[in-house]
């Protein structure tokens, strides 16, 4: 199994650009979410979605869309970018929401905006 | 709001040495888990914690629970170089499913 599968693995982005972060999950989790990783700050959370068709706010949304079509997928969107969404973005899926229950992360996507 | 603290940001041992991280939540937690994030890779589950007062080890590592469920220590005994990464706790935001809330994590360094 591939597990959670992310994409691009690094992107460079001019100000103002937008892109789409795409992840993939084989597991049939029902749980996925999205982390962004700065350098003392932790893991903050983007976005989640407890299944397919809901989506919710986390910790730090603002700048990022995110939609939930199939189990399987949850991209996450920046519409228009900004040197401070320069991090590393980590998709993670969990068979357990609700804050229980392992979470699966990729790889992650490293992001640099100029 | 809700935190979840961890301390400390950094610690270097000397190979053989001991560690310890501790977190902290501000609300009682329903429960708390620990990733362990070595240098360019992603965050692996480590373990999860549910009880009051709960102790689970795995070889040289120990995690505990607090009676109260609002902090988590975990320790390693006699540190290798393979232990070196960064080590996080999280917990879930109370009343919000879904919102799995990370502490900033203790990155450790051992010198062989």
């Known amino acids: 199994n591939a597990g959670v599968t992310q994409t691009p693995k690094f992107q460079v982005l001019k100000t103002g650009q937008s892109m789409t972060l795409q992840c993939a999950q084989d597991m049939n989790h029902e749980y996925m979410s999205w982390y962004r990783q700065d350098p003392g700050m932790g893991l903050r959370l983007i976005h989640y979605?407890?299944?397919?068709?809901?989506?919710d706010q986390g910790e730090v949304p603002n700048g990022y869309n995110v939609s939930r079509s199939t189990t399987e997928d949850f991209p996450l969107r920046l519409l228009s970018a900004a040197p401070s969404q320069t991090s590393v973005y980590f998709c993670?899926?969990?068979?357990?929401?609700?804050?229980?229950?392992?979470?699966?992360f990729g790889e992650g996507s490293r992001l640099t905006v100029l | 709001g809700q935190q979840v603290m961890q301390i400390p940001q950094y610690q270097h041992v000397q190979e053989g040495e001991d560690f310890t991280t501790y977190c902290n939540s501000s609300?009682?937690?329903?429960?708390i888990q620990w990733y362990k994030q070595r240098p360019g890779g992603h965050p692996v589950f480590l373990i999860q914690?549910?009880?009051?007062?709960e102790v689970k080890k795995q070889k040289r590592l120990t995690f505990q629970f607090g009676e109260a469920k609002k902090n988590s220590s975990l320790h390693i005994t006699a540190t290798q170089t393979t232990d070196v990464g960064t080590y996080f706790c999280?917990?879930?935001?109370?009343?919000?499913?879904?919102?799995?809330?990370f502490g900033q994590g203790t990155e450790l360094s051992v010198k062989p």
């Open positions: 993670a899926s969990s068979y357990l929401g609700g804050g229980t229950g392992e979470l699966f």
């Open positions: 999280a917990g879930p935001l109370y009343n919000q499913g879904g919102k799995l809330i």
């Open positions: 914690l549910v009880k009051s007062g």
């Open positions: 979605s407890v299944g397919a068709g809901i989506t």
């Open positions: 609300t009682t937690l329903s429960n």
